[in-house]
């Protein structure tokens, strides 16, 4: 039997699952990053565990993918720059396929969620879809006919960096008014904490202070409390203009929603679709679009790795 094996590379932790061709997964396991011991110290540790991987299954390892953040030119499986990580042009598709005596392929880890849920998740019905993750940024990743779309040297497909508000807040990118910056978990988050300390009298003081309150605090009280409802009413107003926008460019047959804020489900994605039903060029009716949340949680981007073999 072939396997896959597909590791999803993050600040802290490194999620690495073995699975066959039809996305049964065989074995999963985690490490440790490891990252602020420097690029071979990471590959290391990223190696460690998949031999332990390895050593769970029976059968054929096929190949290994990896999703990595930061700027990753796939073809030859380097990463150009990954800022959370400390790398800059380093060949980590190289020192791991030494590691491991077997081909390494290597992409952004939002291009491997999304290829994820293309192929075994939300978008496993589709042939072009987008997924779309509200983190501490905004991220994503785009299938076009069921594959992955990366741009030029696969530098593209960064969502997070369209403008929405000409002339709007800094964001970390040297732009202003960035998807990112009123979509995101923290962008929801700022305009929360914002919100209670204009309104002394909010009922979100009764479980939250401005300090401790996240991205979910003004979905828990948005029935009940005018400045919630104000909070929630503001962030889909802006989160559905970036997807209307990449509805029009893309014309996907849906868009998957993952990250924390997504957990809201339809709390979130029915007045997105209504907002996109109206003002989508052309209308809804033909070429529809269908706004969802993701379905693989925290695999997709190890099983969207390993799938870059598939």
Same mark, same amino acid.
């Given at each position: 039997?072939?396997?896959?094996?597909?590791?999803?590379?993050?600040?802290?932790?490194?999620?690495?699952?073995?699975?066959?061709?039809?996305?049964?997964?065989?074995?999963?396991?985690?490490?440790?990053?490891?990252?602020?011991?420097?690029?071979?110290?990471?590959?290391?540790?990223?190696?460690?565990?998949?031999?332990?991987?390895?050593?769970?299954?029976?059968?054929?390892?096929?190949?290994?993918?990896?999703?990595?953040?930061?700027?990753?030119?796939?073809?030859?499986?380097?990463?150009?720059?990954?800022?959370?990580?400390?790398?800059?042009?380093?060949?980590?598709?190289?020192?791991?396929?030494?590691?491991?005596?077997?081909?390494?392929?290597?992409?952004?880890?939002?291009?491997?969620?999304?290829?994820?849920?293309?192929?075994?998740?939300?978008?496993? @019905?589709?042939?072009?879809?987008?997924?779309?993750? +509200? /983190?501490? !940024? *905004?991220?994503?990743?785009?299938?076009?006919?069921? =594959?992955?779309?990366?741009?030029?040297?696969?530098?593209?497909?960064?969502?997070?960096?369209?403008?929405?508000?000409?002339?709007?807040?800094?964001?970390?990118?040297?732009?202003?008014?960035?998807?990112?910056?009123?979509?995101?978990?923290?962008?929801?988050?700022?305009?929360?904490?914002?919100?209670?300390?204009?309104?002394?009298?909010?009922?979100?003081?009764?479980?939250?202070?401005?300090?401790?309150?996240?991205?979910?605090?003004?979905?828990?009280?948005?029935?009940?409390?005018?400045?919630?409802?104000?909070?929630?009413?503001?962030?889909?107003?802006?989160?559905?203009?970036?997807?209307?926008?990449?509805? @029009?460019?893309?014309?996907?047959?849906?868009?998957? +929603? /993952?990250? !924390? *804020?997504?957990?809201?489900?339809?709390?979130?994605? =029915?007045?997105?679709?209504?907002?996109?039903?109206?003002?989508?060029?052309?209308?809804?009716?033909?070429?529809?679009?269908?706004?969802?949340?993701?379905?693989?949680?925290?695999?997709?981007?190890?099983?969207?790795?390993?799938?870059?073999?598939?």
């Amino acid at each position: 039997m072939k396997y896959y094996l597909g590791l999803d590379i993050g600040g802290t932790f490194v999620k690495g699952v073995c699975m066959t061709a039809d996305g049964k997964i065989l074995a999963e396991d985690k490490c440790d990053t490891g990252c602020e011991n420097g690029g071979q110290a990471m590959c290391d540790n990223i190696a460690a565990l998949c031999s332990s991987l390895t050593g769970k299954v029976e059968g054929q390892l096929a190949g290994v993918g990896a999703g990595c953040p930061g700027m990753i030119q796939s073809a030859s499986g380097t990463v150009k720059f990954a800022g959370n990580l400390g790398l800059k042009n380093f060949p980590l598709g190289e020192e791991l396929s030494k590691r491991l005596g077997v081909p390494v392929k290597v992409t952004n880890d939002a291009n491997a969620a999304a290829l994820g849920e293309a192929k075994f998740g939300a978008g496993k @019905n589709y042939k072009n879809s987008i997924l779309v993750t +509200l /983190g501490t !940024g *905004v991220g994503g990743g785009i299938i076009i006919d069921g =594959k992955l779309f990366e741009g030029g040297c696969s530098a593209g497909a960064e969502i997070g960096h369209m403008v929405i508000e000409r002339h709007g807040d800094m964001c970390t990118c040297g732009r202003r008014g960035c998807f990112e910056r009123y979509s995101s978990a923290a962008a929801l988050t700022r305009r929360t904490k914002y919100a209670m300390e204009e309104d002394a009298g909010s009922a979100m003081w009764t479980k939250y202070t401005s300090q401790n309150c996240t991205g979910k605090t003004a979905f828990d009280f948005m029935d009940s409390d005018r400045s919630a409802k104000e909070v929630v009413d503001w962030y889909i107003k802006y989160l559905a203009c970036g997807l209307i926008n990449l509805a @029009n460019i893309f014309r996907p047959e849906v868009i998957m +929603l /993952g990250g !924390g *804020v997504a957990a809201q489900g339809e709390r979130l994605t =029915k007045p997105l679709q209504s907002i996109l039903d109206k003002e989508i060029f052309g209308g809804n009716d033909y070429a529809t679009v269908t706004v969802v949340t993701a379905s693989l949680g925290n695999s997709a981007g190890a099983m969207g790795a390993a799938a870059l073999w598939l």
